[in-house]
């Protein structure tokens, strides 16, 4: 069955996408004069372009779990994950050019280790700690390394998806299994970049710190995110009469990674900040003291929406498989890690001087907009059932 986009989902990106630029207007010009407009601007685009390519990525990596674990039940939303996993391109296009721009500013005050006069014995901004740290940190290897990122993650996107509709074509187990084994590798990969990424992209902007738990940290929340998006669009084809074998059982799984990944993002925060809070030591506590002392109330609040929230709400069976609750609480999870990344970058880069208003709301609409349209576009690019996958007759008939 061929996906066709509504006139409603149109009418609503070009809302998202409208009010997202004229807020995000209305904060450029209400801020015209402050000294720190760049950096904000800067630290949003960061902020969203990070977001919202990392829900392609955690899709992109939750299909090839799939493919490597060679699981039956997901073949009825593949393409659903494909259609998400489509986004990646698309965010490594718009990260690419807020990180370029970023480099060209010297850092834009949001890497302070961009500017050069920072490894400058003989500047008054001199910074021993970040000097020492410079055979990593620095322009050149930092591009090698984000490039590194973008053509594997892009290569094995494109493969995936070319293989799956060539699947369609011909047929039998010789693409499933050069899938499986593809797959075993490209996790070996993610393994290491999704944690690497996350240290130069979003740690090294509190260039004084660091922890061993980040990278991981980051990846909870990726795939968090992801499973949120894929629960949320599973339900709202299912409500326009697509995905005819996608059954209740499918919904519960995808609820229960759901409220998994919740578990897991929420046990990766605390412990982060027990370790370090208990340890008491200074270059670790100066990270959470920032955070306490400027974002109190998001940085705890966020934590209770991604983890008291669901863990109340999606315990049950009957949640799991409820189309409204599990929507609901979707949009909640997805706000609650949006507000996550945020301070992730807010709090390093801008400190006490980071607020939320209409820039930030702007561009994240904007952002939002841009991502729901480009994946219901992906979603009219192939047919929603893949009809020759080897599993579709175990997946048809799951159930839990």
């Not at 094995?156 to 369609?168: A, P």
């Not at 409220?259 to 370090?276: D, G, K």
């Amino acid at each position: 069955m061929e996906f066709k986009v509504t006139n409603k989902s149109k009418t609503l990106t070009n809302i998202l996408l409208g009010v997202g630029v004229l807020f995000t207007a209305i904060g450029i010009f209400s801020h015209v004069g402050d000294h720190n407009l760049v950096q904000r601007i800067m630290a949003n685009g960061l902020i969203n372009g990070f977001y919202f390519f990392a829900i392609g990525l955690g899709a992109l990596f939750f299909l090839a779990l799939q493919y490597a674990t060679e699981t039956g039940w997901y073949a009825s939303i593949k393409r659903v994950i494909e259609a998400v996993a489509g986004f990646l391109p698309y965010g490594m296009g718009i990260l690419a050019v807020v990180l370029l721009i970023i480099t060209f500013l010297d850092g834009a005050h949001v890497y302070l280790w961009m500017d050069p006069e920072t490894t400058n014995p003989a500047s008054h901004h001199y910074d021993e700690i970040i000097d020492g740290k410079s055979a990593y940190l620095n322009k050149l290897f930092f591009w090698i390394r984000t490039l590194a990122y973008f053509v594997v993650y892009f290569l094995y996107w494109r493969g995936f998806k070319n293989r799956s509709l060539e699947e369609d074509r011909v047929g039998g187990t010789e693409i499933h299994f050069l899938n499986y084994r593809k797959s075993a590798v490209f996790l070996v990969f993610f393994a290491v970049f999704s944690s690497s990424s996350a240290w130069d992209w979003l740690m090294s902007i509190d260039v004084h710190w660091f922890s061993t738990l980040y990278g991981w940290y980051c990846f909870a929340g990726m795939w968090c995110s992801a499973m949120t998006v894929l629960v949320m669009l599973t339900i709202y084809l299912k409500k326009l009469g697509y995905l005819p074998n996608v059954n209740d059982s499918h919904i519960h799984d995808l609820g229960k990674w759901t409220f998994a990944t919740s578990f897991l993002w929420s046990y990766l925060w605390f412990s982060q900040f027990m370790l370090i809070w208990y340890a008491n030591l200074g270059e670790e506590v100066v990270y959470y003291m920032t955070r306490i002392e400027h974002y109190k109330f998001l940085y705890f609040g966020m934590f209770f929406i991604n983890f008291a929230f669901p863990m109340v709400v999606l315990m049950s069976r009957e949640a799991k498989r409820h189309a409204g609750i599990l929507t609901f609480v979707g949009c909640i999870i997805l706000i609650g890690h949006w507000l996550d990344v945020y301070i992730l970058v807010s709090a390093g880069s801008m400190g006490a001087t980071a607020s939320i208003g209409f820039l930030e709301i702007g561009l994240a609409l904007v952002g939002a907009g841009f991502f729901i349209r480009t994946i219901l576009k992906n979603l009219t690019k192939a047919p929603l059932t893949p009809v020759n996958h080897p599993f579709l007759d175990e997946s048809i008939h799951h159930e839990i």
